[in-house]
């Protein structure tokens, strides 16, 4: 298996709701990321979990709630969002540790839309 | 903070040799060069990386200056698959945060 999956794959929400996505990943990989994506931008890191501590927060808004149960599942816990925060969500991982030359996995991203 | 300069766009013929280029002119000596590519609708897949040498893999060739501060992907035989944006990213090492620095990508469009 060497693939990241993400669900779900679309997501509309409310102002006020609560929502969750998750992303899995089954290579064995032991560095998680998550990323967000505006239409025709590169996407700007959010998070990044290292052997599932969390090594890297890009100052991104509480609202916004990262968590790794274990080493194969990664979650992004939504809450109170804006409507600018409406974006492609990409979760992504790498064999061991962040950066240099490890290559990175991506998913196929959750397309997010808060209304 | 260091960066990736690319053209914003640029157009192939199917079949023919395509050299995209990305300036990184404040590169530190210890981040890696990567490039990864991105279909309509799906995440970046990864392309190639190098430290210093060019590279070659079944994908595609990196060509790295000697001061490196400049790269290409070459793309030896374009085909319509290979239309997508292109990312120009320095891979910092893990000691100094690991994190890839995106460029703003090229849209590659390839013609029949």
């Known amino acids: 298996d060497t693939e990241v999956t993400q669900t779900p794959k679309h997501l509309v929400m409310g102002m006020t709701n609560k929502k969750s996505l998750k992303c899995e990943q089954h290579?064995?990989?032991?560095?998680m990321y998550w990323y967000k994506q505006k239409a025709k931008k590169p996407p700007e890191l959010m998070f990044v979990?290292?052997?599932?501590?969390?090594?890297i927060n890009e100052s991104v808004p509480s609202r916004f709630s990262p968590e790794c149960p274990n080493s194969s599942l990664l979650n992004l816990h939504l809450h109170a969002l804006q409507p600018e925060d409406s974006a492609l969500y990409l979760c992504?991982?790498?064999?061991?540790?962040?950066?240099?030359?490890?290559?990175?996995?991506f998913g196929p991203g959750t397309r997010l839309t808060v209304l | 903070d260091a960066k990736t300069t690319q053209p914003n766009s640029m157009e192939s013929n199917e079949e023919e040799p395509v050299h995209l280029p990305c300036n990184h002119s404040?590169?530190?000596?210890?981040?890696?060069i990567h490039w990864y590519r991105q279909l309509p609708s799906q995440g970046p897949e990864y392309v190639i990386h190098?430290?210093?040498s060019n590279v070659n893999n079944r994908m595609a060739s990196l060509a790295i200056a000697e001061d490196r501060k400049s790269s290409t992907l070459i793309l030896h035989r374009a085909t319509l698959r290979d239309a997508a944006v292109y990312y120009c990213?320095?891979?910092?090492?893990?000691?100094?945060?690991?994190?890839?620095?995106f460029g703003q990508g090229t849209e590659l469009s390839v013609k029949p």
């Open positions: 290579m064995g990989h032991r560095a």
């Open positions: 992504a991982s790498s064999q061991r540790g962040t950066g240099g030359r490890n290559e990175q996995f």
């Open positions: 190098g430290l210093t």
């Open positions: 990213i320095l891979s910092r090492p893990y000691n100094q945060g690991g994190k890839l620095i």
């Open positions: 979990y290292s052997y599932e501590k969390l090594s």
């Open positions: 404040t590169i530190s000596g210890t981040d890696y």
